[in-house]
């Protein structure tokens, strides 16, 4: 299991839509994810209604900020069907079954798969996309690009066997 374990599931939870769960454990997360402070104390201080009115406003009106990952390589294209079953085969091959509840490369899924499995290739993979992703946050100005930078921070480049 990747060191960076705890971080990648304390992200997954403060990625997913907010509710009284994420609440309840936002004082275990700012212990165990020190690097997720600073949405954590964003967090502590809004009012669940207000937490969730922005999570809607972030992420869920446009592809701008998409938290499924083969959208920032694929698109809306008949490519991303085939991104999406490798996702699925990779969890299977882990032992994982995934429950369909959203898609195979909704970016919280992936991180608790890494969490649990140590398995960071597919975030080394679309290392690109979590960039964009990471920057069109930070550009927003909400807090959910702490979030990205420390996980952006955990993940190498994917090798393109080019050489610089």
Not at 65 to 87: A, E, K, N
Request: charged residues 25%; aromatic residues 10%; proline residues 7%.
């Amino acid at each position: 299991m990747p060191s960076d374990a705890v971080l990648y599931q304390a992200s997954a939870l403060c990625l997913t839509y907010p509710d009284e769960d994420l609440m309840d454990r936002l004082p275990l997360v700012r212990e165990a994810a020190p690097q997720l402070r600073e949405f954590v104390d964003h967090a502590a201080v809004t009012p669940l209604p207000d937490l969730a009115e922005h999570y809607v406003r972030v992420f869920d009106f446009k592809n701008r900020h998409s938290l499924y990952l083969s959208w920032w390589r694929d698109g809306d294209t008949r490519r991303r069907g085939m991104s999406l079953v490798r996702f699925k085969d990779l969890y299977r091959a882990h032992g994982l079954e995934f429950t369909d509840e959203e898609l195979p490369d909704y970016l919280p899924a992936v991180l608790e798969f890494t969490a649990r499995t140590g398995n960071t290739d597919p975030l080394t993979e679309y290392h690109d996309g979590l960039e964009q992703l990471r920057s069109r946050l930070t550009d927003a100005g909400t807090p959910y690009a702490s979030i990205l930078d420390a996980v952006c921070a955990t993940v190498p480049a994917a090798y393109t066997g080019v050489r610089s």
